[in-house]
């Protein structure tokens, strides 16, 4: 009867043993712990956004400088005369009419027309200009000079040499030039035209010739 209690003893004591040692020991293949509701959300939100993105940074430019013409060996435009654009034709006229010089005048002539016509048949428009010194009493004779293309110091032709204009008024057709004026008679005073002269000039191959002229009493 004590040998059947013993060997009771004993199993008991086996038991608590392998009872003890399976509380100590986690399987290999247990299962793990999920995370909290708050770690799961803020991972799933986390890999739903992707990363963050790179703040841009704004930077200013100035506009491309406009490309530089290059450099011509043009020469200076010219006008319709054949002479620059910036030819004074009041100083011209001032030159070839012989004005003299006072300290209370302009250096520059009373300007009336200036036209542009080929009259020399050359292809270029020559300067056709109506024009009287200037004065400070009364209306000095007009003159009209015609200007070759490639010239704005010696004119072609001048007329109303043996005549006082007082006005001139110009018509150029072909290589004819017709000038229609007021004039002055000898015995008339200067306020007071008395004539219409009409007057036409053509050009020959090397000058001027007149080839018309017509005087009325006003």
Request: glycine content about 6%.
């Given at each position: ?6 060997k ?30 708050s ?5 799933a ?174």
């Amino acid at each position: 009867m004590r040998q059947v209690k013993n060997k009771l003893t004993l199993l008991a004591l086996t038991g608590c043993a392998i009872a003890a040692t399976a509380a100590c020991s986690t399987p290999s293949d247990a299962p793990i712990a999920a995370p909290s509701a708050s770690t799961g959300a803020g991972s799933a939100a986390s890999q739903a956004a992707g990363p963050a993105p790179s703040p841009t940074v704004s930077t200013s430019t100035r506009p491309a400088a406009p490309a530089e013409k290059p450099a011509t060996s043009e020469k200076p435009s010219t006008g319709q005369g054949g002479q620059a654009d910036d030819t004074d034709w009041a100083k011209v006229a001032f030159r070839a009419l012989g004005c003299k010089r006072d300290a209370d005048l302009p250096k520059r002539a009373e300007v009336q027309h200036v036209d542009h016509s080929d009259l020399t048949g050359d292809g270029r428009k020559d300067t056709i200009v109506a024009a009287s010194c200037p004065t400070t009493t009364s209306t000095n004779a007009v003159r009209v000079f015609v200007f070759g293309a490639d010239s704005s110091t010696e004119p072609l032709l001048t007329i109303g040499k043996d005549s006082y204009l007082r006005t001139a008024d110009l018509r150029a057709k072909g290589r004819s030039l017709t000038v229609e004026s007021e004039a002055l008679s000898d015995d008339a005073p200067l306020c007071c035209p008395d004539l219409r002269i009409t007057q036409s000039w053509k050009w020959t191959g090397s000058a001027f010739t007149r080839t018309a002229f017509k005087s009325t009493a006003l």
